[in-house]
């Protein structure tokens, strides 16, 4: 059902851009290049794709950060009972944490990313695909149906035609 309409809503866009010269629309026909251009830049399908690979680019960006995890700092600190001779000291303790990954995972996480951006790669081509098939299944039925319309115009000029010889012979009493 859905594809009925999207194919009503494909012909209605290239019915518009091949004109219809009685309703006042573009002159000269399109070219299916012209239409498929157009597809190209503004199907949503193919804005959705689009959007949905640069998620895989981001990905890949955030794959390739060396260290991942935040460095983690542990500060410490005390008094120390006095000696013998009454002094006291204070101890300090500072820790520096950083997990480093030693065991392949930044290796892992950037093929997974690039396989991510594959697979929304191959999504996109198969939408612009899907597109161009329905573009031209679009563009071939306007076509045939502005042929249709002018085989229309044709017979219906030679109804005239003949409905005006037919007045005449009647007029002429024959």
Partial sequence: MWMRRVHRALLGAVLI???APERGLAQEPV???AVLAHADEYAPALLVARARLEEGAAATR???RLLTD????ELAGGVRAPDTFATADVDILVSLIQP???GGERGARLAAADRFV???EA???AI???VHREVHFAFHEAVESRVRLGAERDWLAFAETLARIARGREEAGD
Avoid: K, N, V
């Fill in 17 to 19: 851009l091949l004109g």
């Fill in 31 to 33: 070219s299916l290049d």
């Fill in 62 to 64: 955030g794959a390739e």
């Fill in 70 to 73: 935040p460095l983690s700092i």
């Fill in 100 to 102: 480093i990954e030693i």
């Fill in 118 to 120: 594959e697979r929304r």
């Fill in 123 to 125: 999504e996109l081509e």
């Fill in 128 to 130: 612009r695909w899907q």
